[in-house]
């Protein structure tokens, strides 16, 4: 689920901009298939909605071409943080 969430995450990120800070919500996971310690594992993502404040994306992780988890899930945009104002009335003590 840990790739799952990256794979997806990193889509999300691309499609808002890497200055746009973004949080998982929900993230719903289908294991179709298993894999062994080692095998090479590959993930797509595709963005199917977005709002104002939302990001939905679905996509899967393979293993020689088969789908072996297959997701879904919501992320948030976030406020960028605001530079804190320095204190002018310190300033002019």
Known sequence: MTLADQVLGLTVMRTVGL???VVTVSLHCD???SVKPGDWI???????????SLVFVRG???HDGRVVLSAA???????RAR???PDIRK???
Do not use: D, I, M, N
């Open 73 to 79: 899930g919501v992320w948030k945009k976030l406020r």
């Open 42 to 52: 590959e993930g797509e993502a595709t963005v199917t909605r977005t709002t104002a």
């Open 91 to 93: 300033e002019r003590a």
């Open 31 to 33: 294991f179709v298939s």
């Open 19 to 21: 200055e746009t800070p």
């Open 83 to 85: 530079p804190e104002s």
């Open 60 to 62: 899967s992780l393979t």
